[in-house]
């Protein structure tokens, strides 16, 4: 069974940095897509920035130059990393690591950027900006 753990969240005062992470097990793939989503009440999941099994990023959303997204693939471990620096109040959200298996990276090429595109999800980790 694939679980995703996120930490790492907490709070901070604006313009401070947290790293977020989201271990990944249960599974093995040829392939995945991984991504990093927010949400805030009353609105959809906001993805933020993603990650291939070959190892190519994209990022999406407000804080495009500000996140970066890592991971680190041992064997029988995986971990998604998000550092995010200069928070912002309007960073304040959950945020969730998602996950879908895929036979090759080539098929996370311009896919897998909507939250409905992915199967697995994690509990969530919170973040609070303050200013």
């Known amino acids: 069974e694939v679980q995703l753990v996120e930490s790492g969240g907490g709070s901070v005062q604006a313009g401070g940095s947290l790293r977020l992470s989201c271990a990944a097990s249960g599974f093995r793939a040829l392939g995945y897509c991984m991504g990093w989503f927010r949400q805030v009440p009353g609105k959809g999941r906001e993805g933020i920035a993603y990650i291939s099994s070959d190892g190519q990023t994209r990022y999406g959303g407000s804080p495009k130059g500000r996140f970066i997204v890592s991971q680190n693939n041992a064997e029988n471990s995986l971990t998604l990393d998000l550092q995010m620096n200069n928070l912002d109040t309007e960073d304040s959200a959950m945020y969730y690591c998602?996950?879908?298996?895929?036979?090759?990276?080539?098929?996370?090429?311009?896919?897998?950027?909507?939250?409905?595109?992915?199967?697995?999800w994690g509990q969530g980790t919170r973040v609070t900006v303050s200013s």
């Open positions: 998602a996950l879908e298996l895929v036979p090759d990276a080539k098929y996370c090429r311009g896919k897998y950027v909507r939250s409905t595109e992915y199967t697995h």
